[in-house]
């Protein structure tokens, strides 16, 4: 009788299939890894499809701090039509000929939506509201109201105009795009502001995530290709691709894993000596002599906190 292998520590980057939620790819893999323990570093919604970033085992606790990274998407926005979900998958609640709006209508309304700027996430989402998830109360036919909240859009471009006709015979315009983004931003959100800028209305038609933070579609695999043959990017090398490196000598390796906040090597030129180039505030993978991923750590203070211990 063959003995079954531990699964692997590590984060499974899966290509997601249009139609299913994230929990229904975190329930697919958990059958495919043969455990439990699987997470997903942030939501990607039923219509879109894409890069979808997975923890397995021991790596779900890199998961939380891996979704505050940067995300990439293309995409296809049609004004002319509100929906009541701000993408296809919602009833239309509006339409308007869409056929007289200008590319330098389009250009100057996306370029408001580019940069550091405050978003009302969409009201059929997950945020939550007084402790209820934004959808639940839109299901329930409450009246309500999301605050705005900050995002950054590093960029935001159009590669394509089309003139279309809706189902309903409504004249559209169809627009592909590119957006780059802080992790938080809705796509489907910028599809509805654009349309408003632009008096026309405006929904989200297809969405592919092409990245987040350093893991693209060229790392991804589809369910299919992973219950195949499962692929797993070790721990260690999960951390470092994705946060700051931080060496350590044998000595302070054996003091981190004790929990002893160390001293974090001192900033030179806004980074810290010793921990990437350029690193700034938040999470950096601290590793042994040996190479060994020991912890993700933060600083406070000057000390080494440590956020998830793995050596």
């Known amino acids: 009788m063959t003995q079954q292998l531990p699964t692997p520590d590590g984060l499974v980057i899966v290509d997601k299939p249009s139609g ?6 975190v329930a697919k893999m958990r059958g495919i890894a043969k455990t439990r323990r699987v997470g997903h570093a942030g939501t990607l919604d039923p219509m879109a499809t894409g890069v979808l970033v997975l923890g397995v085992e021991r ?3 890199l998961l939380g701090h891996l979704a505050l990274t940067e995300k990439e998407y293309l995409g296809t926005i049609r004004l002319g039509q509100d929906t009541v979900t ?12 869409a056929s007289g709006v200008a590319r330098e209508g389009i250009d100057a309304g996306v370029a408001t939506l580019t940069g550091a700027i405050m978003q009302v996430p969409s009201k059929v989402s997950a945020i939550k509201i007084d402790g209820k998830r934004s959808y639940a109360r839109v299901r329930g036919g409450e009246d309500f109201e999301i605050p705005a909240r900050p995002v950054t859009v590093s960029s935001f471009q159009v590669y ?27 796509i489907r959100a910028l599809a509805r502001d654009l349309g408003a800028g632009l008096g026309v209305g405006g929904h989200l038609t297809a969405l592919r995530r092409t990245r987040v933070g350093p893991y693209g579609l060229d790392e991804a695999r589809t369910l ?3 219950q195949e043959r499962l692929t ?12 700051p490196r931080w060496d350590v000598d044998e000595k302070r390796a054996k003091l981190l894993l004790n929990g002893v906040r160390l001293d974090m090597p001192a900033r030179r030129d806004g980074a810290r000596a010793g921990v990437g180039s350029g690193s700034g505030p938040g999470p950096v993978a601290a590793f042994g002599p040996d190479g060994r991923f020991l912890a993700l ?3 406070q203070g000057g000390k080494a906190k440590s956020l998830a211990v793995f050596g």
């Open 20 to 25: 299913f939620t994230s929990h229904d790819v």
């Open 59 to 61: 790596a779900t606790k």
């Open 86 to 97: 701000d993408d296809a998958e919602g009833e239309t609640t509006s339409s308007t000929d």
């Open 160 to 186: 394509d105009v089309r003139q279309d006709v809706a189902e309903d015979g409504t004249p559209v315009v169809d627009l592909v795009v590119s957006v780059v983004c802080s992790s938080g931003t809705y």
């Open 224 to 226: 299919d290709q992973h």
């Open 232 to 243: 797993v990017m070790p721990v260690a090398d999960a951390a470092a691709s994705a946060f």
């Open 297 to 299: 750590v933060e600083e």
